[in-house]
């Protein structure tokens, strides 16, 4: 079945040190890829995507790999400072028309990032 | 910046109660959505819904759930009867088109004793 995962569930880091968020996922079917961080008590904060022709996205201090051949997803921070503090999520999706699952995204368990000043 | 809002933030209501969560998506948004979580664990599809129509449901979305739109800017999730199992953070989210970012509102932590 599919399921998307992550290595490490803690990530502990000083402020101005690049973070590295890694997440696998197992449905080869899935095309688009979402980095999502959750502040406690609130929503997913969509971060950064990347659809499946691709293999890097850059946003603002943020990096997203993608590695089809081993089913590989990282979010990548530079520079980390406090307020990155938070519970990032990967999740994907298999958006093809006429697929199964049409919209519905499948997070994986989530990754604590701790930075200390 | 347009945002999904939710209303209200935190429900408490008895078990075998009716309980309505609301959201409303962003205002051009067309595809609504539907996730809850699990205090400690990851967020979980429940439903999908465009046109009018569920386009997609969860296991976990069974015959006590429900969902409407009953104007042109909510979104409602009903449960009949709620269990004590339902207690859990319930995430409406809107999308473009059913390939844009789908965003997420703030929730409605619902505590069912």
């Known amino acids: 079945g599919e399921s998307v995962g992550l290595h490490l569930p803690t990530l502990s880091v000083q402020e101005g040190d690049n973070s590295i968020i890694n997440c696998a996922y197992s449905?080869?079917?899935?095309?688009?890829f979402i980095w999502y961080k959750q502040e406690s008590g609130k929503g997913p904060q969509f971060i950064i995507d990347?659809?499946?022709?691709?293999d890097k996205r850059q946003g603002q201090r943020v990096t997203v790999l993608l590695n089809k051949t081993v089913k590989h997803l990282s979010l990548q921070i530079a520079a980390t400072q406090p307020g990155d503090s938070a519970v990032y999520f990967c999740?994907?999706?298999?958006?093809?028309?006429?697929?199964?699952?049409?919209?519905?995204?499948?997070f994986g368990q989530g990754t604590i990032l701790t930075v200390h000043p | 910046e347009p945002e999904v809002t939710q209303t209200p933030s935190h429900q408490v209501t008895q078990m075998g109660q009716e309980v309505i969560l609301r959201c409303v998506p962003i205002?051009?948004?067309?595809?609504f959505y539907w996730y809850r979580q699990i205090l400690g664990q990851k967020v979980e599809f429940l439903v999908s819904?465009?046109?009018?129509?569920?386009?997609?449901k969860s296991e976990i979305f069974d015959d006590q759930f429900s969902v409407e739109r009953p104007d042109g800017s909510n979104f409602t999730l009903k449960i009949r009867s709620t269990k004590l199992e339902d207690s859990a953070m319930y995430f409406c989210?809107?999308?473009?088109?059913?390939?844009?970012?789908?965003?997420f509102g703030p929730g409605t932590r619902l505590t069912v004793l």
């Open positions: 989210a809107s999308s473009k088109t059913i390939t844009d970012t789908q965003y």
């Open positions: 449905n080869s079917a899935s095309d688009y």
């Open positions: 990347i659809r499946s022709n691709m």
């Open positions: 999740a994907e999706n298999n958006r093809t028309a006429g697929g199964t699952s049409y919209g519905k995204l499948t």
């Open positions: 205002s051009n948004h067309l595809y």
């Open positions: 819904f465009y046109n009018n129509e569920i386009s997609e």
